[in-house]
């Protein structure tokens, strides 16, 4: 059983995120979507927050679980036997970034491999900041996430202008 790991902060889980998750759930006899607990960014979901988003966005997913953790990616995905770590890539840029991470894990831990999956056409420009910016603004998110996920931020950036 090839079990792999999708990493990521998720604030908060979109389209792309679903994208990549779905289709490497189709690769892998299991995955983990890893939720990371602490990010050197402010964030504006909390951890748990985050997992029940993505637990909703992919709650028909039978091979997929979502967990939070924190520390090493690679470190986490070799003491819970992760062979493949996931990245999506929108571009070069993402590309070059995680290639650099790629090669500092191969140092850690050579027996995990990382699985790029490029992203669909029409989330190659969706981010996190993007949606959330957009959201803060009142804008339209209902082409980037779940309407779970858009009621969730429309919330959360009422309960900031108060």
């Not at 091979?63 to 953790?69: G, H, L």
């Not at 190659?124 to 009621?151: M, R």
Request: aromatic share 10%.
């Amino acid at each position: 059983m090839t079990r792999a790991i999708y990493p990521g902060s998720f604030d908060p889980f979109h389209f792309g995120h679903m994208d990549i998750a779905r289709r490497a759930a189709g690769l892998f006899d299991e995955l983990l979507v890893t939720v990371f607990d602490a990010p050197a960014k402010r964030l504006l979901f909390s951890t748990e927050e985050r997992i029940e988003l993505a637990r909703e966005a992919l709650k028909d997913v039978q091979n997929i679980s979502i967990v939070s953790y924190s520390g090493l990616t690679v470190k986490w995905a070799q003491r819970h036997g992760a062979r493949v770590i996931v990245r999506g890539i929108r571009n070069v840029d993402d590309l070059s970034f995680e290639s650099r991470i790629d090669m500092a894990n191969r140092q850690m831990a050579p027996q995990i491999e990382t699985c790029y999956l490029l992203c669909s056409p029409k989330y190659v420009y969706l981010s996190s900041t993007i949606l959330k910016e957009v959201a803060s603004l009142d804008g339209d998110v209902s082409y980037w996430v779940t309407p779970h996920t858009e009621q969730a931020l429309q919330q959360r950036f009422a309960e900031r202008k108060r």
